[in-house]
């Protein structure tokens, strides 16, 4: 199983990027998908995810407005549009997939699978 994400760069604050992830050798359509981060120093924090069954879309509050998850399954691809960028959004962003769906997409412990990363960085 591969998680590819790509994307990343540097953006000035208030700026748009979107981030990509490719999956293969996985059923994609029957895994739900999230995004993570990471800030140096710091835990890996849920981001946003989208559940396999329902397509419902789930946001941390820090993003909710601002970023918007979706998925392509005919291209196994998840995204994560970010607009409005802030400063405090700078991070490695990982990609992940989870047999789950619901609440328990907000955990990282419930994802089996996770990409690369790929650095966003915000600035002032």
């Known amino acids: 199983v591969q998680l590819q994400a790509s994307g990343g760069g540097l953006v000035q604050a208030g700026g748009s990027l979107r981030v990509s992830c490719a999956v293969s050798?996985?059923?994609?359509?029957?895994?739900?998908m999230g995004w993570f981060r990471q800030m140096p120093g710091y835990g890996r924090e849920f981001v946003a995810a989208t559940c396999y069954r329902s397509g419902r879309r789930y946001y941390a509050d820090s993003v909710k407005d601002r970023f918007i998850i979706s998925r392509d399954n005919a291209k196994n691809t998840v995204y994560l549009q970010m607009n409005s960028l802030k400063p405090e959004d700078t991070a490695v962003y990982y990609c992940?997939?989870?047999?789950?769906?619901?609440?328990?997409?907000?955990?990282?412990?419930?994802?089996?699978?996770w990409g690369q990363g790929t650095q966003v960085t915000v600035s002032s």
């Open positions: 050798e996985l059923p994609f359509s029957i895994y739900s």
């Open positions: 992940a997939a989870s047999p789950y769906k619901g609440s328990d997409l907000y955990s990282s412990a419930k994802y089996d699978y």
